[in-house]
């Protein structure tokens, strides 16, 4: 169990540097796919033909060109380069794998950290923090007593309700299902099923990661409805409809690696040492 203690950060947005910093209190950490100037004191770039028994990819891991999503970097990072670092053996954690690391990776354990629980539900304060300091910046009124509409209660869903209720805005959930209607009300918001969507709500924020907002659905919006969605590829909203219909709709991907870096990449590092640890490498 000592080789995955031998970590590799391999691209990413400055959130991956600020994971491989917390790591590296607690193991062997080395950095690739960043320009130099922007590794911190104390990480060294990883050299010559060292292995290392675990290498952390970002989320997403591959751009769509097969390389190492790297935008930190002003060369490029091959996933074959990668390949050639791991040890026999060798884990890997990513924030989403897909068919391109099973290939890429043959024999090796890929482990999407991503999906873990416990980092989804630290993930979503910094989400909705960062939604909300979009929808200041994007709107040219106070988010007090304004009509807000957020699709699904979900994790991120619940922490949006929550700060948006601070700022005095007039929550409304917009649900499918008794137990969504539940939760809305446990949290003090009220709630509408999504047939009864209107003009109403100047802001709307999605988090269902499905189409939602097609065409129709986008028609019956006011012209100066702002849509923000914080769903994941492929998304929740016709982004096309949209401009096409004279609605501002902003796609917000990776909110917290922009917005809270620290944070985020904090998050990332206490979820890789908790797999390492069940892993027997280190403790909790």
Known sequence: MKDIMEILIAGGDMRQLFCAERLADKYGVSVIGFDPDLIPEGLSPAAGSKRFGSIVLPMPPLDENGLVNAPCYSGSLGIEELAEKLAPDGLILAGKADTRLAEAFTGSDIITYMDREDLQLRNAVPTAEGAV???????????????????GMGRIGIALAEILKGFGAEVTAAVRSRSSAAKAHLHGVKYTYMEGFSDRYALVFNTAPEMVFDRTMLEKSGRDTLFIDLASRPGGIDFEAAAELGRKAVWALGIPGKTAPVTAGEIVADTIAGILAERGAGDE
């Open 133 to 151: 300091q979009l929808a200041l910046e994007e709107l040219p009124v106070t988010l007090s007593g304004l009509p807000v509409l957020i699709v």
